[in-house]
């Protein structure tokens, strides 16, 4: 059976990190293209990263480029997002999931992901 799980998330000050993690069961991870998306309540689902089952390369949302990075662990068949100087902004449900493309489609588009992870809450606040 198919399963993403994310965790990591929590309440965090801003200018501090938090790092996702989204692990897989059922399938190998580095076989799909993996996004991370967040979704704000009153706000559509958008792709924040994305990581390329091709070649492992990457894209990043304007919002979020030089202060978010994702990576994947083949042996660990889990993918992270390291979120760093973390803004009031940032605040949403995480979810990661996955795309049969190669590459990743730019933006990330939620509607071509096909498994979901059920989402890790990120709250930036002082």
């Known amino acids: 059976q198919v399963q993403l799980v994310e965790s990591g998330g929590g309440l965090v000050q801003p200018g501090g990190s938090l790092r996702l993690s989204c692990a897989a069961s059922g399938f190998t991870l580095h076989d799909n293209t993996i996004g991370w998306f967040r979704q704000a309540p009153g706000k559509e689902r958008e792709g924040v990263a994305c990581?390329?089952?091709?070649?492992?390369?990457?894209y990043y949302a304007d919002s979020v480029q030089g202060r978010f990075t994702i990576s994947r662990d083949n042996a660990e068949n889990t993918v992270y997002l390291q979120m760093n100087s973390l803004k009031s902004e940032d605040t949403a449900v995480y979810y990661c999931?996955?795309?049969?493309?190669?590459?990743?489609?730019?933006?990330?588009?939620?509607?071509?992901?096909?498994?979901w992870g059920q989402g890790t809450q990120v709250t930036v606040s002082s």
């Open positions: 999931g996955t795309d049969l493309a190669e590459l990743c489609r730019l933006p990330p588009p939620s509607y071509e992901y096909d498994y």
């Open positions: 990581i390329s089952s091709l070649d492992a390369s990457t």
